[in-house]
C-alpha cells in the first residue's frame, strides 16, 4: 500500500504544506454553496491534518483514510483531548466504505482524486460520496488538471528536508502516460536517523489520474451530481493550462 512505507515521515515531507490557509479555503467553498453545512465527511484524511482544522472551525468531521499507519501516526501527534472533540477518523476505502446518509459535504483534498487511476474508481468514489450526502448536499475534491499536466509536465524533482530525529532526501521521478492521463511518480527516499547516522532507503511508486472538465462533467453526470463550479486551487482563478491544481463543486441532485 502506497504511504505505508514512510507514513511515519509525511508530515516532516510536507511541513511546508499550509494546511491551515487551506482549510479556510475549504470553509469558505462550503460556506459558499453550502452554508448551513455542520456535518463534513473526508474521503483520504492523511494524518487528520485538515480534518483537525476544519473541525476547529465548527464543523464536525468524520474521516475515511486507507492507510492505517497514518491514522496511528495521527493520533500519536495529535491525541484526542477530550470526549468532545468534533474530529475523529478511521480505516476506509473512499471507493466503498459507508459511514452514514447524513452529511451536509464530502470532501477530497490533496490530490486524493487524482489516485482513482480508472473510470471506475473514480466512478465508485463519486457514487459513494453521493450516497453519503443528504439531498443537495457537496462534493468538494480537487485534481490534477489534465492541461496544465501536459502542457508543464511533470519533471524530475528533489526535495530535503530534516528536523531533529531525521534528515530526508526524497527524489521524485515521474513516468507519463499521456494518452491515458496517467503518471507513475516513482518516489526514492533516503531516510537519515540523527544522531546515530543510520540510512535507509525506501521506494515506492504513486500511480496518478490527470482529469480536465469534461472528464468530471461526464463523471458527476454518471453519478448523481450537478457540477457547481469548478476553479483553480486556493486562487479562484478559472482553470487553464497554468492551473495544475483544480477544485470541484458537486451537488447531489
Known sequence: ?????????????????????????????????KPEAKKILEFGSGTGIHGRMLANLGYNVLGIEKSQEMIDLGYQNYPIQNKDENF????????????????DSVISLFHVFSYQTSQ???????????RQLKQGGIFIFDYWFAPAVWK???????????????????????????????????????????????????????????FDLDDILYLS???????????????????????WGVCSILRKI
Not at 475523529?88 to 452529511?103: H, L, R, V
Open 88 to 103: 475523529f477518523f478511521s480505516q476506509g476505502d473512499c471507493t466503498k466504505t459507508f459511514i452514514a446518509n447524513d452529511f
Open 1 to 33: 500500500m502506497i504511504f505505508e512505507k514512510y507514513a511515519k515521515y509525511y508530515d516532516l515531507l510536507y511541513k511546508d504544506k499550509d494546511y491551515k490557509a487551506e482549510s479556510e479555503y475549504t470553509s469558505s467553498l462550503i460556506k459558499e454553496y
Open 221 to 243: 453526470n454518471s453519478t448523481g451530481f450537478e457540477i457547481l463550479h469548478s476553479e483553480e486551487w486556493m486562487s479562484q482563478l478559472p482553470p487553464s493550462e497554468k492551473t
Open 152 to 210: 508543464n509536465r511533470p519533471t524530475l524533482r528533489v526535495k530535503k528536508v530534516e528536523n531533529s530525529k531525521f534528515k530526508i532526501t526524497r527524489i521524485a521521478e515521474p513516468i507519463c502516460f499521456e494518452e491515458e492521463n496517467l503518471v507513475d511518480v516513482n518516489y526514492l527516499t533516503f531516510v537519515e536517523e540523527l544522531p546515530n547516522g543510520k540510512i535507509s532507503k525506501i521506494h515506492e511508486t504513486h500511480k496518478l489520474k490527470a
Open 120 to 130: 471506475k474508481l473514480a466512478v465508485d468514489t463519486l457514487k459513494n460520496a453521493n
